[in-house]
Antibody, heavy 121, light 105 residues
Framework: QVQLQQSGTELVKPASSVKISCKAS????????MHWIRQQPGNGLEWIGW????????KYNQKFDGKATLTADKSSSTAYMQLSSLTSEDSAVYFC??????????????WGPGTMVTVSS | DTVLTQSPALAVSPGERVTISCRAS??????MHWYQQKPGQQPKLLIY???NLESGVPARFSGSGSGTDFTLTIDPVEADDTATYFC????????FGSGTKLEIK
């Protein structure tokens, strides 16, 4: 069965960076797009971007261009998102989510449990 | 960006029929999808392509609409359906609605 396992809670200082992970299992990692989605406390969902692990191609929401960097390691079926120059505004739960095989990537059929990132001095 | 507008909250009794609406600021054809999110959990896909029921989702859930106006219907609603429901469009980049919190009285 498809599973997305995310890394644990992060408490980080302002102006620093953090890298969170999403390990995929139960399907061919290189065949589906992997997305990252942010949910700030009490707020809705924002799409950050996607990576296609098959060739490393990425696409970002313009709002997160320069803030987020998406990578993937095919050997371990793990996707990563690095967030840089962190501020309190970046405190949120970050989900990885898989989209299906359709192009363009449309909907998210499996989600990870989320990684909470808290930015505080 | 395509903005999706949802009513913030609804309250219904078990056994009733509830409709949750989502209006897009521009046409998204049938590129509309619905998710259920319970507190402390990740969202779960319910409906994709406006009206297609995701595998494993009860047939009490259905979706309709095209263009700018979409509806998620739960009939009949059960106590376990207490959650926030988000719409998401994929026609113009990828954006989400702000969510409708459903309370079962």
């Amino acid at each position: 069965q498809v599973q997305l396992q995310q890394s644990g809670t992060e408490l980080v200082k302002p102006a620093s960076s953090v890298k969170i992970s999403c390990k995929a299992s139960g399907y061919t990692f290189t065949s589906n797009y992997m997305h990252w989605i942010r949910q700030q406390p009490g707020n809705g969902l924002e799409w950050i971007g996607w990576i296609y692990p098959g060739n490393g191609n990425t696409k970002y929401n313009q709002k997160f261009d320069g803030k987020a960097t998406l990578t993937a390691d095919k050997s371990s079926s793990t996707a990563y998102m690095q967030l840089s120059s962190l501020t309190s505004e970046d405190s949120a739960v970050y989900f990885c989510a898989r989209s299906g095989l359709q192009w363009p990537p449309g909907y998210f059929d499996f989600w990870g449990p989320g990684t909470m990132v808290t930015v505080s001095s | 960006d395509t903005v999706l507008t949802q009513s913030p909250a609804l309250a219904v009794s078990p056994g009733e029929r509830v409709t949750i609406s989502c209006r897009a600021s521009e046409s998204v054809s049938t590129g509309m999808h619905w998710y259920q999110q319970k507190p402390g959990q990740q969202p779960k896909l319910l409906i994709y392509g406006a009206s297609n029921l995701e595998s494993g989702v009860p047939a009490r859930f259905s979706g309709s609409g095209s263009g700018t106006d979409f509806t998620l219907t739960i009939d009949p609603v059960e106590a376990d359906d207490t959650a926030t429901y988000f719409c998401q469009q994929s026609w113009n980049e990828l954006t989400f609605g702000s969510g409708t919190k459903l309370e079962i009285k």
